[in-house]
């Protein structure tokens, strides 16, 4: 809605665009991840997803802090399983560095590792 000086009203939704992050060889490996799982799993993951893109900050239940700037978007799917998507804030756009699904308490020590790798590639 526009308001009647020609801009945007206060009360549009603020939506962040989000940006899936590209090896070298130009491959979007976490959309490749979500394009692999079901349809009803791939939905629940966008649909969090959206929820982040459009609420940014948002906290628990739905994301949480792992340090260094980066955050997982927590999402529990129809096939009984929990995903993790995590992800960066970068100039105003959603970095997502990586997606898996969670089979233990703890998030693994590798999958952070991957992520804060990916993650440094973008930082000054």
């Known amino acids: 809605m526009y308001n009647i000086w020609?801009?945007?009203?206060?009360?549009?939704?603020?939506?962040?665009?989000?940006v899936f992050y590209r090896t070298r060889s130009n491959v979007e490996v976490v959309r490749n991840w979500l394009r692999d799982l079901d349809e009803g799993d791939r939905n629940a993951i966008g649909q969090d997803l959206m929820r982040v893109q459009y609420r940014w900050p948002v906290g628990m239940p739905l994301c949480r802090a792992l340090g260094e700037g980066l955050w997982e978007a927590r999402s529990a799917l129809p096939s009984n399983r929990i995903a993790r998507v995590l992800f960066s804030v970068h100039q105003g756009r959603i970095l997502v560095l990586h997606g898996f699904i969670k089979k233990t308490q703890?998030?693994?020590?590798?999958?952070?590792?991957?992520?804060?790798?990916?993650?440094?590639?973008?930082?000054?």
């Open 106 to 124: 703890k998030t693994p020590d590798e999958d952070l590792a991957l992520a804060r790798r990916r993650n440094r590639e973008f930082e000054p």
């Open 6 to 18: 020609g801009g945007m009203a206060a009360n549009e939704p603020r939506k962040l665009p989000v």
